[in-house]
T-cell receptor
Framework: DAGVIQSPRHEVTEMGQEVTLRCKPISGHDYLFWYRQTMMRGLELLIYFNNNVPIDDSGMPEDRFSAKMPNASFSTLKIQPSEPRDSAVYFC??????????????FGDGTRLSIL | AQSVTQLGSHVSVSEGALVLLRCNYSSSVPPYLFWYVQYPNQGLQLLLKYTTGATLVKGINGFEAEFKKSETSFHLTKPSAHMSDAAEYFCAVSRTGGGNKLTFGTGTQLKVEL
């Protein structure tokens, strides 16, 4: 089975530009999570969805960040306008829903974002 | 509320030596516990998980962990380290009704020396 697929793998852009990160979860998974990883702050949960509905976006740093999941096989994380402090590795993960909260998350390889 | 504490942000062992990475959790309900490994420039990969049943859990690459409720611990071990084990290791906790949401520790960087 294909794993979680993220694109692009690397993104370099200038401050002020719009950035869109994409994620295709594993087929049949009901949860989708977006994380950000930096040396200073470690791994941070930004937002997660259940059956395409956002459940908790309390980790989204500010209004410049937005995430959507228009269908079960696709999600985007958008930053507009981007700032140098947004430079990080962004991960998408997905998991099944067995109703008990005990299912592991499966991670993509991440998007390394550099804002100049 | 749940939390995970990983003792030691960096651990160094010799090749062939025992690997012990420590994880203590805090949870008001029975926890589900996970260990993940992250190799450079890659995402997190599941090593093993404890949900219910046997408290000694075996994972991939020769790793295992033991759930000790009395000590609120879930330490990761491997009898003999290999150079390829050098990576960052994350302990994580979730709970029933938590929607598969994981709370991660801050990670332990494992270095394996010749």
């Amino acid at each position: 089975d294909a794993g979680v697929i993220q694109s692009p793998r690397h993104e370099v852009t200038e401050m002020g530009q719009e950035v869109t990160l994409r994620c295709k979860p594993i087929s049949g998974h009901d949860y989708l999570f977006w994380y950000r990883q930096t040396m200073m702050r470690g791994l941070e949960l930004l937002i997660y969805f259940n059956n395409n509905v956002p459940i908790d976006d309390s980790g989204m740093p500010e209004d410049r960040f937005s995430a959507k999941m228009p269908n079960a096989s696709f999600s985007t994380l958008k930053i507009q306008p981007s700032e140098p402090r947004d430079s990080a590795v962004y991960f998408c993960a997905s998991s099944r829903d067995r109703g008990r909260g005990n299912q592991p998350q499966h991670f993509g390889d991440g998007t390394r974002l550099s804002i100049l | 509320a749940q939390s995970v504490t990983q003792l030691g942000s960096h651990v160094s062992v010799s090749e062939g030596a025992l690997v012990l990475l420590r994880c203590n959790y805090s949870s008001s309900v029975p926890p589900y516990l996970f260990w993940y490994v992250q190799y450079p420039n890659q995402g997190l990969q599941l090593l093993l998980k404890y949900t219910t049943g046997a408290t000694l859990v075996k994972g991939i690459n020769g790793f295992e962990a033991e759930f000790k409720k009395s000590e609120t611990s879930f330490h990761l071990t491997k009898p003999s380290a290999h150079m390829s084990d050098a990576a960052e290791y994350f302990c994580a906790v979730s709970r029933t009704g938590g929607g598969n949401k994981l709370t991660f520790g801050t990670g332990t960087q494992l270095k394996v020396e010749l």
